[in-house]
């Protein structure tokens, strides 16, 4: 019998609770990680969340945590609680394998600035996630390493790319993850999980150390169980990293403050769009029937709802198949068997040349394959224009639909996900099907601007969860921490 939601006196607790017991020494940091780690051991076996648990180095950490916190000098917010985190971060002290053979056993030399910033905030890391490979996928089932089980029911997937981070956190053996979202990977396994997760604005946390998806779109960020405990993490992760070329040196919108604020409730003066495309024909009942009940709870705090039309958005999914699969096949040429991890066929026989090919066909699985040739493809001098640059145009068409609905509303809203998850296996055979379980989550990427899955409840169809999508322009994420939060308070507990 699986106990993968019956959460410990610990490990029930949220982030933000913990924090102010572990500040206030009414928990130390060592016990609310081993707390974890325990949790970890018990049930992990069964949902495979994790890639590698760190448990010397995160109690080491959180020993360090309690020190800090003891001189009176915590680092942050967060000082002792403790983080899973997804496996695409370069750490020096665990493997980094981004769910691929072609990273078996490759240890960087250095740290991701989001794995530093978790450090320097004292945030213990208690492992990596299981995830998608190089983040391609939608339910986590690519990964060359093993299978991740969503915990509200264990035959089905826990979401993708990043459904390991996911998972953890829904089984309670992580109060907080951090993953990544480059057409939905933080948001539609936090849908699927009854989690939070956030996209933040692009350029807003860095992405020195993210091994590269697609680097247009890849965008790291806060996941959690409550829309407080995700801004907290939020605060953490986020800022100007002159080590990123594409960092934003701007002010980060203060989202702890919006997440307070909005528990208060008061929506009044707000207004949200409902997105004309995002909802009908193919969604699932209870999905629309939840997003329904969202939209009037939103009323109810004082909201005003209008629908706005953004025509583009039917060709994102299209547009997005070809501008991350060429930023894909480009991004992964660096995997030439002289660098990093697997070699193949280096015994003297074979070229460099050849060793390169052997390597490459058994360290990438089949998606991966798959996007590097569709991508390869889409760059060629005879096929650019028509594919890549169609697609570049598209992505301009869709950030103006986007600028024109925020001209007139805060926030947008949608079903984060069509259907609820769906069983393992069901699309493994089917990537169009499997692409489309994306549909919702794609254009915020092509756009760059910023996005939050909250729970909204279980299906009446079929109990499982469902997520509400907010999303919000560039450096708007704050609007997201509030709007949840209200919605959170009112929506009540679920499950
Ligand atoms: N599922 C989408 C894809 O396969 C999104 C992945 C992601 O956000 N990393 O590309």
Wanted: charged share 20%; net charge negative.
């Amino acid at each position: 019998m699986s106990n993968t939601r019956t959460a410990g006196d610990i490990t029930g607790l949220s982030a933000a609770d913990l924090a102010r017991k572990i500040a206030a020494r009414e928990l130390s940091s060592v016990e609310v990680t081993q707390a974890h780690l325990d949790r970890i051991a018990e049930i992990d076996g069964e949902l495979g969340a994790f890639l590698h648990v760190g448990a010397d180095e995160s109690l080491a950490a959180a020993t360090a945590a309690d020190a800090a916190i003891a001189a009176g000098e915590a680092p942050s917010a967060l000082t002792g609680v403790p983080i899973a985190l997804k496996d695409v971060f370069t750490t020096v002290d665990a493997p980094t394998t981004c769910g691929s053979k072609i990273l078996e056993g490759w240890m960087s030399p250095y740290d991701a600035t989001v794995t530093a910033r978790l450090r320097a905030a004292g945030i213990p890391i208690l492992g990596k996630t299981n995830m998608d490979e190089f983040a391609m996928g939608s339910s986590t089932e690519n990964s060359a390493y093993q299978v991740t089980r969503n915990p509200w029911d264990v035959t089905r997937i826990p979401g993708g790319s990043g459904g390991g981070s996911a998972a953890a956190l829904a089984s309670y053996q992580a109060p907080l993850a951090i993953g990544t979202d480059t057409g939905g990977s933080i948001r539609q396994p936090a849908s699927v999980t009854a989690t939070v997760g956030v996209k933040p604005t692009y350029g807003t946390v860095s992405r020195y150390g993210l091994v590269a998806c697609a680097s247009s779109l890849d965008q790291g960020g806060p996941c959690g169980r409550t829309v407080l405990d995700t801004a907290l993490l939020h605060e953490v992760i986020a800022g100007h990293d002159a080590r990123d070329s594409t960092s934003i040196n701007q002010a980060i919108p203060d989202v702890v403050g919006a997440a307070r604020t909005g528990a208060n409730g008061d929506l009044s003066g707000v207004r949200i769009g409902v997105v004309k495309q995002l909802q009908g024909e193919g969604y699932q009942p209870g999905v629309l029937a939840s997003f329904q009940a969202a939209c009037r709870q939103l009323t109810d705090l004082g909201a005003t709802i209008v629908e706005v039309d953004c025509p583009h958005f039917s060709y994102a999914l299209g547009a997005y198949y070809l501008i991350l699969p060429s930023e894909v096949s480009s991004n992964l040429a660096r995997f030439d068997a002289m660098r990093y991890g697997l070699r193949v066929g280096d015994d003297g026989t074979h070229s460099a040349d050849e060793v390169m090919a052997l390597t490459r066909e058994a360290g990438f699985g089949p998606e991966v394959k798959r996007r590097i040739m569709i991508g390869t493809y889409a760059l060629s001098s005879g096929a650019y224009d028509a594919f890549y640059g169609q697609a570049q145009k598209v992505r301009t068409l869709i950030a103006r639909d986007f600028a024109k609905a925020y001209a007139d509303v805060d926030v947008l809203i949608s079903p984060t996900t069509p259907t609820t998850p769906f069983k393992l296996g069901e699309k493994v055979d089917d990537p169009l099907s499997m692409y489309l379980f994306d549909l919702c989550t794609l254009p915020v990427n092509l756009a760059g601007t910023a996005a939050m899955s909250v729970p909204s409840g279980l299906s009446s169809d079929d109990g499982l969860p469902v997520g509400l999508q907010l999303m919000a322009p560039a450096f708007g994420d704050d609007r997201l921490y509030r709007i949840g939060a209200a919605y959170e308070a009112a929506r009540g507990p679920i499950g």
